[in-house]
């Protein structure tokens, strides 16, 4: 069965690879017959309703999902489509309290134009009374025009008629409200780097959160993503290298859990500890059925692990006769940090720690400018499930998600970058990203550091 | 921290996890608090087999519960609603609030505050540790000579 699904225009990248994982969730295969970035309207293929219904369910940027009746370019051929997709069905409806709603992108028709087009589908010959408020089947016209901002890329032609009409049956609503209930404004404990509602529930939904899974955020941070993953059912770890940033600042009330608590997930939440992803605590083997994260790139913060600067050495300082790491208050020295030798860390930790099939939702700093390419890692025991981007002004992020391998299957990964950045002090020598973007002369910086220069 | 968390950790210093001694690591002066959660049975279902069974007795007994049967259940024995609940009880209603984490290996203690565990190194025991835990030099050495090369109280790499 062809039905129709419309999204939220807006993350266009991650909406394709978020609707195969929720199909994935939902343990249906799912066909995409017709999508196009600027539009939200799309045709897929699903099994029956129930799929339909399981699918729309999880996710966060379909916005709902319809039965397909008819498509067409123009009123006659959406007619003539109608007609033969569901003439022997028009009698199941014939006495159903009903609607029909006229729904448009880019476009818009007045009250008159509207009522023409309802009145040219009678010939389906319903009689069920007309309720618009909670009506047995919802009906849509949905029209869809060229949008502008496709004209200004692509440079289509806008024309004054749509470019596409569908006539279809509502079937069921997505989770898309949860956005609003995770809201950051409303959240108790944020910080400043806390990754918003939406991106954190798609994250979640792309490693494919659900009931009596175990995920794990090894930079936690105020815990939005392990927060979304619990919403959708999986028992949650996380840790980070600075305690305080999960602990907050009221003393007896741990920060995070108060997230937990306000969104009534508690029985969600397992632990978090204090901890390094290159020194982890966690065992060398395949327990975790998720890895969700935004690791630390130094955008706003340099990177760094424990341990000693180069040329430094390891040394246990005593201080009156008791050595300085067992006194209160005790700082362990961090040193600067690769930004792609951290991402192979957080590729060979979810190699040791994911279950077969578990996945690894990573994100990733990137930049718009052509010149400077940062390669997406590969590992030979991960294979791609998808990269979506996310573009601001000057740089983007990219999400993305991996599968952990069963044992004897390899993806080739002949296409990734050999040298790692773990030789260099400084976190600038280190960091390709923080290079382009952050120093004088580059990116977004640019006016107020040549004049500190000057 | 949770009992469940502790059969997932060991200890930090990379030397220790090859070593069968570091895992379980030992809870000493535990303080122990009882949460109610919501039963959730797929979970246990699901993470029972990656749980470390003798390491899980080990920690049973430890913090002072009864001793558990000799082997996991498997099978039917998850059918039974009482062992699964029993499981929940023990696995993530139980966790620790105060207390230390022992290596058996190295000996280091991981401090627990307030239900959260520290497993940050101190700098001896990152990256330059098995210099001295592959005997290339003894422990007192290894002090001494440190605490020459830095000025006493400074503190490292702050």
């Known amino acids: ?454 | 921290m949770k009992v469940i968390t502790a059969n997932f950790v060991t200890c930090a210093v990379k030397e220790c996890k090859t070593s069968p001694a570091s895992f379980p690591l030992h809870f000493n002066d535990a303080e122990l608090e009882q949460q109610e959660l919501d039963f959730q049975p797929e979970f246990i279902r699901n993470v029972l087999p990656r749980i470390d069974w003798e390491a899980l007795r080990t920690i049973s007994n430890e913090l002072g519960f009864p001793t558990l049967p000799d082997s996991k259940p498997e099978g039917e024995a998850l059918d039974n609603e009482q062992t699964l609940k029993d499981l929940h009880r023990l696995l993530l209603e139980t966790h620790v609030t105060e207390g230390k984490l022992t290596c058996g290996n190295c000996g280091h203690s991981y401090m627990i505050k307030e239900g959260i565990a520290n497993f940050l190194l101190p700098s001896h025991l990152g990256e330059e540790y098995h210099l001295f835990l592959n005997n290339i030099i003894p422990h007192a050495l290894f002090t001494q000579i440190a605490s020459q090369i830095d000025t006493p109280g400074l503190g490292t790499g702050f």
């Not at chain 1, 994982?21 to 017709?34: F, K, M, N, R």
């Not at chain 1, 007045?110 to 087009?117: A, D, L, Y």
């Not at chain 1, 741990?254 to 508690?266: P, R, S, V």
Request: with cysteine; hydrophobic share 35%; glycine share 8%.
């Open chain 1, 1 to 454: 069965m062809d039905y129709l699904v419309r999204f939220a225009q807006l993350h266009e990248t991650f909406r394709r690879p978020e609707l195969e994982a929720c199909a994935t969730l939902a343990g249906v295969s799912i066909e995409i017959i017709a999508y196009n970035e600027y539009s939200p309207y799309c045709v897929v293929r699903l099994p029956n309703e129930a799929a339909a219904r399981a699918v729309a369910k999880r996710s966060i940027l379909v916005k709902d999902i319809f039965e397909l009746w008819g498509e067409g370019t123009n009123y006659e051929e959406l007619h003539a489509d109608v007609r033969r997709r569901t003439h022997g069905r028009w009698n199941d409806y014939i006495a159903v309290p009903f609607k029909f709603t006229i729904d448009y992108f880019a476009g818009t028709r007045n009250t008159v134009q509207k009522g023409e087009i309802i009145r040219s589908f009678s010939y389906m010959g319903f009689k069920g009374p007309i309720r618009l408020s909670n009506p047995d089947e919802e009906f849509f016209v949905m029209e869809e025009y060229v949008d502008d901002v496709e004209v200004s890329i692509l440079g289509t032609t806008r024309t004054g008629d749509p470019r596409k009409i569908y006539l279809s049956r509502k079937i069921a609503d997505s989770c898309r409200e949860a956005v609003l209930k995770y809201d950051l404004k409303k959240r108790r404990y944020i910080s400043t780097t806390s990754m918003d509602a939406e991106l954190s529930l798609i994250t979640a939904n792309m490693a494919l959160a659900a009931p009596g899974k175990l995920f794990f955020d090894p930079f936690v941070g105020t815990g939005s993503f392990i927060v979304a993953a619990s919403h959708f059912g999986a028992l949650t770890l996380g840790a980070d290298i600075d305690g305080r940033s999960f602990r907050g600042k009221e003393s007896g009330k741990l920060g995070i859990y108060e997230n937990f608590d306000q969104y009534g997930i508690k029985s969600k939440f397992l632990d978090t500890f204090t901890s390094d992803l290159t020194n982890t605590p966690l065992q060398r083997t395949a327990v975790l059925d998720g890895i969700v994260c935004d690791p630390p790139y130094g955008v706003r913060e340099g990177l760094r692990v424990l341990g000693n600067r180069r040329g430094k050495p390891a040394v246990n300082v005593i201080i009156d006769g008791i050595p300085a790491y067992l006194r209160p208050g005790f700082i362990p020295p961090k040193k600067p940090y690769g930004f792609e030798a951290l991402q192979n860390d957080v590729l060979n930790f979810a190699v040791r720690s994911l279950v077969p099939n578990g996945r690894l939702s990573m994100w990733m700093p990137t930049t718009n400018d052509e010149k400077t390419e940062f390669p997406v890692p590969m590992h030979e025991n991960l294979e791609i499930i998808s990269i979506s981007v996310q573009n601001f002004n000057t740089w983007a992020r990219r999400l993305i998600t991996y599968r952990r391998l069963p044992e004897g299957e390899l993806s080739d990964i002949s296409l990734a970058r050999k040298n790692i950045d773990d030789q260099g002090t400084s976190a600038d020598a280190l960091n390709a990203f923080r290079r382009v973007h952050m120093l004088p002369g580059h990116g977004t910086r640019v006016g107020k550091d040549q004049k500190t220069a000057e």
